[in-house]
């Protein structure tokens, strides 16, 4: 079946640097990626809708220029946490979703998550 | 009031007990995803329903679309059913989550 793969898995980061999140639909073109946050015990957010080839769409309170989103090609979308602070240590989700095969149609697929911790 | 609420929160069974999580939601909606989510935090989708019912393994998931409420049911359930799971319904684009229901199942 479909898999959305996530990379790394965990990241350590020191407070200050940029580390990037990458996310890759192994079976399907994604035309639509999704990235989420989770704080512990806490349902996920979503942070930002990415559409192959365009901007990506940030939801509310989302800073644009902390969280840098590239969706460059149909299966690979990137988050760059730049200048990243301990506050920014958190679960991050990604999901995509299929457009151009029949059988993967409308369906979203989540990646496994990444830990970020920023010391 | 939350577009998209489930109950019970937590949920403590015995091993083999039948286990019901339900989903309700407010809006209108395209899919409703039922996930499973480890300690780990890996996010397992397990089902994606816009109508009926849908079997695999021990696990059914049913939606009524009229009543805008779905439930996930465990048969039989096992300790390594332990996980959080959460509802999530698709609109035109975007998923919705619930706060999850964290199962605990022991032996």
């Known amino acids: 079946g479909a898999v959305v793969s996530q990379h790394p898995s965990r990241v350590i980061c020191k407070s200050g640097t940029s580390v990037k999140i990458e996310c890759r639909s192994l079976?399907?073109?994604?035309?639509?990626m999704f990235w989420y946050r989770q704080f512990p015990k806490q349902s996920l957010m979503l942070m930002a809708t990415?559409?192959?080839?365009?901007?990506?769409?940030?939801e509310q309170g989302v800073e644009k220029d902390k969280f840098l989103i590239n969706h460059a090609s149909l299966t690979l979308s990137t988050l760059t946490v730049t200048s990243a602070h301990p506050e920014d240590s958190s679960f991050y989700i990604c999901?995509?979703?299929?457009?151009?095969?029949?059988?993967?149609?409308?369906?979203?697929?989540f990646g496994e998550g990444s830990w970020l911790t920023v010391v | 009031k939350n577009e998209v609420e489930q109950s019970p929160q937590n949920l403590t069974a015995q091993e083999g007990e039948f286990i019901t999580i339900n989903c309700s939601y407010s809006v209108g909606i395209s899919a409703l995803h039922w996930l499973q989510q480890h300690p780990g935090g890996g996010i397992v989708s397990l089902f994606m329903l816009s109508s009926g019912k849908k079997k695999h393994g021990r696990l059914i998931a049913t939606i009524n679309i009229q009543e805008k409420h779905s439930s996930l049911h465990i048969t039989a359930s096992h300790p390594r059913d332990s996980a959080v799971y959460i509802c999530?319904?698709?609109?035109?684009?975007?998923?919705?989550f619930g706060q999850g229901t964290r199962l605990t199942i022991n032996p």
């Open positions: 990415s559409n192959e080839g365009s901007k990506a769409t940030y």
């Open positions: 079976d399907f073109q994604a035309t639509t």
């Open positions: 999901s995509a979703r299929g457009g151009q095969e029949v059988s993967f149609g409308n369906t979203i697929y």
């Open positions: 999530a319904v698709q609109g035109a684009q975007k998923l919705v």
